[in-house]
């Protein structure tokens, strides 16, 4: 039989395995988060204090939102993003979009352009407000010898000393901007998220310029839509030889308004030498319903969502395509039949 004292000493070297230890004079571990203290009842969460966050252009745009606009190359995104930037930092409107409460401080990354063709939009749409500043990746190499990559958490922190809380950051683009994160890959979108989700804390508004893919999609992973408050993609839509750039924009996605406050709009730009002129226009009902079903959305509620309306409307206005010979029904879902719509067919 062991001697009693070697049982308690082996009793003591098993319970050291169960118990972690602290090294003499170390700070005991720190105590776990008491969630608890922030939990909210039905009632509680009622009379929580919020304050409504400001509308920075029309309905769909607001303070401190994260935002995707996509579009194929040379789709004419650049040319809207500045558009949107500008709008902003003058507190007007843009085409449709009504203007916002107050102008804000816009800070336009490019990460692709060299500075004479960024110098040469910014004059052509005229850019002038003191509240629009430009952080170019070739002046700021000329200037530093350094190119900036979101995905880096110094440059990270580097661009969020350079946000005053409120401010406005426009990426251009994601593909150009970052080095070392995998498009395709979920799990590499993590070295952006806490990065963007401090910004949104400090009601900084974060638009990301991307590329579509060969779908006409969003190109790469689908994590990072998730935690977007909207997605506006971008159709070329070129037919009048005056206009250098048509294009169609709709929303995908848009937490903060309903389809109808965001609905598909028609965007034309004509080159007059020393300036851009915009116009803009609704675009209309059956053009609208016309192009989203040759985009492959083709299912009756999910048109009726993307348009604002009631599913009735959809097939009021689908059989008007189907008596003109540019859509079919196959089962529950429609088909276009036509590259082109006839003549007469127009806005209901």
């Known amino acids: 039989m062991k001697d009693i004292t ?17 090294a003499p004079g170390a700070p005991p571990p720190p105590e776990p988060p008491d969630f608890a203290r922030s939990l909210l009842t039905p009632e509680q969460l009622r009379h929580t204090q919020t304050a409504p966050r400001p509308r920075l252009l029309g309905e769909w745009l607001r303070e401190g939102d994260l935002g995707y606009l996509f ?20 507190g007007c409107l843009l085409g449709a979009w009504q203007a916002g409460e107050a102008p804000r401080r816009v800070f336009y990354f490019d990460a ?107 190109r790469g992973a689908s994590r990072r839509e998730d935690m977007a408050h909207w997605i506006l993609s971008l159709k070329d839509a070129t037919e009048d030889e005056s206009h250098f750039k048509e294009f169609i924009t709709r929303f995908s996605k848009c937490r903060n308004c309903q389809g109808r406050d965001a609905m598909p709009l028609r965007w034309a730009l004509k080159d007059e030498g020393s300036q851009i002129t915009v116009s803009c226009e609704a675009h209309g009902n059956l053009d609208a319903l016309l192009a989203h079903i040759r985009e492959g959305i083709v299912n009756a509620t999910e048109l009726a969502e993307m348009l604002g309306v009631q599913c009735g409307t959809i097939s009021k206005w689908a059989r008007k ?28």
């Open 6 to 22: 070697e049982l308690v000493a082996q009793l003591a070297a098993y319970k050291s395995t169960l118990t972690p230890t602290t």
């Open 71 to 90: 579009a194929p190359r040379g789709g004419g995104k650049t040319w809207l993003a500045m558009l949107i930037g500008n709008a902003l930092a003058e």
């Open 112 to 218: 692709e352009m060299n500075v004479p063709d960024v110098r040469e939009r910014a004059e052509k749409l005229g850019i002038t407000s003191l509240n629009f500043c430009w952080l170019s990746n070739e002046h700021l190499y000329l200037d530093q010898g350094l190119s900036v990559n979101i995905a880096q958490p110094l440059h990270q922190t580097g661009l969020s000393s350079m946000l005053p809380d409120g401010s406005v950051l426009i990426i251009d683009n994601l593909s150009a901007s970052q080095i070392g994160m995998r498009e395709n890959e979920n799990d590499d979108f993590d070295k952006l998220e806490e990065w963007l989700l401090s910004l949104r804390r400090r009601s900084v508004t974060v638009i990301i310029i991307h590329h579509a893919g060969r779908n006409g999609e969003m």
């Open 321 to 348: 395509l189907m008596n003109a010979g540019l859509v079919r029904k196959k089962g529950r879902e429609y088909e276009a039949v036509e590259l082109r719509p006839r003549a007469g067919v127009g806005v209901d």
